[in-house]
């Protein structure tokens, strides 16, 4: 069963501190992997997206990391804003009429 | 890129009741998509709006309760039948373009059904 595991479930860390998001999965076929922010009350907006033979991808204070091989990604977060706050959905494309597979989220929040 | 909008943005309807959502994307898409976010839950994909035909439901949702159109393009209407309160949700629109690596969301519809 193709499945996407985020952890924690939730995090709250000092403005200005770095934080890393992490992601298990175990879809197959595997295209690409996908990093998502929603803010509350808003639909999910893209941070990156990767493919298998990306390890690595950076968007602004945003990067994003891929091990194919041990089916893990991770997405780290540096200099933390208050804007930061939100839910971070890994998103794993495999499976299914719309090809993707949706982790439950992480829900960071950063205190000023 | 692709904009997509959505109406209304939330709701409070009376059980037994019916709402329909509509979802605008601003450019040509291809793959359209409608899809349930309870709270603390991942996304759950209710359908595949097809162009000019019935949509294409997965396991769990069938067209009597959540019945969709897409009469062109960049439009499409989901609509919550005989609701009850386990339907309150959010309900997302959501859109793939020509490189279908990329999948824009709208903002989503909260619905409450008291």
């Known amino acids: 069963k193709n499945q996407v595991e985020q952890s924690p479930q939730s995090l709250i860390i000092l403005e200005g501190k770095n934080c890393t998001l992490q992601?298990?999965?175990?879809?197959?076929?595997?295209?690409?992997l996908r990093w998502y922010k929603q803010d509350t009350g808003r639909g999910p907006v893209s941070l990156t997206i990767?493919?298998?033979?990306?390890n690595t991808k950076s968007n602004g204070r945003y990067t994003a990391t891929l091990d194919a091989d041990t089916k893990q990604s991770s997405l780290h977060i540096t200099a933390s804003q208050l804007s930061d706050s939100a839910s971070y959905i890994c998103?794993?494309?495999?499976?299914?009429?719309?090809?993707?597979?949706f982790g439950k989220g992480t829900h960071l929040i950063i205190q000023p | 890129s692709a904009v997509i909008s959505q109406k209304p943005s939330r709701d409070i309807c009376q059980r037994g009741t019916s709402l329909t959502i509509q979802c605008q994307v601003d450019s040509q898409v291809t793959m359209m998509f409608w899809y349930r976010q309870q709270p603390g839950q991942s996304l759950t994909l209710i359908a595949t709006?097809?162009?000019?035909?019935?949509?294409?439901?997965e396991s769990g949702f069938v067209i009597d309760k959540f019945p969709i159109s897409r009469p062109n393009l960049t439009f499409s209407t989901l609509t919550v039948s005989n609701m009850s309160p386990e339907d309150s949700s959010i309900y997302l629109c959501s859109a793939t373009g020509a490189n279908s690596y990329e999948q824009y969301f709208g903002p989503g519809t909260r619905l409450t059904v008291t």
């Open positions: 992601c298990n999965y175990t879809v197959s076929p595997f295209s690409n």
């Open positions: 998103v794993v494309s495999g499976g299914g009429a719309d090809g993707l597979t």
């Open positions: 709006a097809n162009q000019g035909s019935e949509a294409t439901y």
């Open positions: 990767m493919t298998f033979s990306e």
